[in-house]
């Protein structure tokens, strides 16, 4: 008779529920990505009714599975779905509630990113520009979800424990991300970092310093805009 093999068994367990699990958690965020591309199209859509100024972009590309991306005014938002599933550090305090203690599985999550850039930095392929992370939505798999970020991303939805994701609720992330990413003006940067440019930089843009741009380059986000956890 074959002797049990208890390592055997500890891989099967593993394999029938925490891999079983984070398939679940990414098959789960796709879904919910996808709900984040067919109604961005729509935002687009009914801003598109209102705002009839051909200088300003309102328009989305489709840059496959796990990214899309929105010019919107000046602005570009990069959406991207991680193709990983994370849990959280040890250290978060999101390990002492209940609803983390009960099952340690509600701590894994398939995670959303979303990115601020510049829309001229991809226009004109200015490779060195800067963007911002504005915020990251955690997405578990009991389909409850929470976001981190910049502006109304950092408070408006971080009950994990009771949020369940939504049309209206998507609808209201895409709203307060474009938002915020409007209001993000472009700040000059201090001009000590600026003053000397390479004979090189003036010559790869005929018009043009090829100097690295970003919303607030060479300053920190203001005192009493969230952090990004």
């Known amino acids: 008779m074959e002797e049990k093999n208890t390592v ?16 679940d958690i990414a098959d789960y965020a796709e879904t919910i990505f996808d709900h984040f591309k067919l109604i961005m199209q729509d935002e687009l859509q009914n801003l598109k009714k209102t705002v009839d100024d051909s200088r300003v972009r309102l328009k ?44 340690g599985a509600n701590g894994y999550f398939g995670m959303i990113n979303i990115y601020n850039f510049l829309a001229e930095s991809f226009e004109q392929n200015r490779m060195n520009d800067a963007g911002y992370l504005i915020g990251r939505i955690y997405l578990n798999h009991e389909e409850r979800f929470m976001v981190e970020g910049k502006g109304q991303l950092g408070f408006l939805f971080r009950d994990l424990a009771n949020s369940k994701m939504n049309d209206d609720i998507v609808r209201h992330i895409l709203q307060v991300s474009m938002a915020y990413a409007i209001e993000f003006d472009l700040i ?3 001009y000590d ?17 090829q100097v690295a741009t970003g919303k607030r380059l060479g300053f920190k986000f203001s005192a009493d805009e969230k952090n990004v956890y």
């Not at 055997?8 to 398939?23: C, F, P």
């Open 60 to 103: 989305m590309e489709d840059k496959g599975k796990h990214e899309f991306r929105v010019a919107i005014g000046s602005d570009v938002l990069v959406f991207q779905l991680h193709r990983n599933v994370f849990r959280l550090p040890e250290e978060n305090p999101l390990w002492k509630t209940p609803y983390l203690e009960q099952n």
């Open 188 to 190: 000059t940067p201090p």
């Open 8 to 23: 055997r068994d500890g891989v099967i367990d593993l394999l029938l529920n925490k891999a079983a699990m984070k398939q």
């Open 193 to 209: 970092l600026v003053q000397q440019v390479s004979v090189g930089q003036i010559q790869m843009i005929s018009s043009d310093l």
